[in-house]
């Protein structure tokens, strides 16, 4: 489901009274997605699949996280297959009928070699939208 930018909004200002539910399904640009499968409300937790790795194929890895009002943060460790984490935190945005979450990444890897530090680090963002509840 395409979801259009400027029509997002923090969720706490939409006209929906419900709490928000985050479980399930969410897919971001890139066809990675997050599967959270427990959530009570503020902790959550499920399975992280990256459609990009430096492997050339999808990894996944447990992913644990918090719902602290639109405020959003999880991590995943990518054990065994890397020695890296990525953590991401943004909002909970609305359009009025989907939900999506707008996050800013790090990654983080254990560097090869102290002449490596430089690189062991990464940034970016994600825009993910709930696909299936």
């Known amino acids: 489901m395409p979801i259009h930018r400027k029509s997002l909004k923090p969720f706490s200002a939409s006209s929906n009274p419900a709490a928000p539910s985050l479980l399930g399904l969410w897919e971001n640009e890139l066809g990675s997605t997050l599967d959270i499968t427990n959530f009570n409300g503020t902790v959550f937790s499920g399975t992280y699949t990256s459609s990009v790795s430096s492997g050339q194929n999808p990894v996944?890895?447990?992913?644990?996280?918090?719902?602290?009002?639109?405020?959003?943060?999880?991590?995943?460790?990518?054990l065994p297959t890397y020695s890296s984490v990525t953590s991401w935190n943004g909002l909970l945005l609305t359009d009025g009928s989907s939900l999506a979450l707008y996050t800013l990444w790090q990654l983080a890897s254990t560097p090869e070699s102290e002449l490596n530090y430089w690189e062991s680090i990464l940034a970016g963002a994600d825009l993910f939208v709930q696909v299936t509840l």
């Open 60 to 78: 996944s890895g447990p992913v644990e996280g918090t719902l602290a009002g639109d405020a959003v943060g999880f991590t995943v460790n990518w």
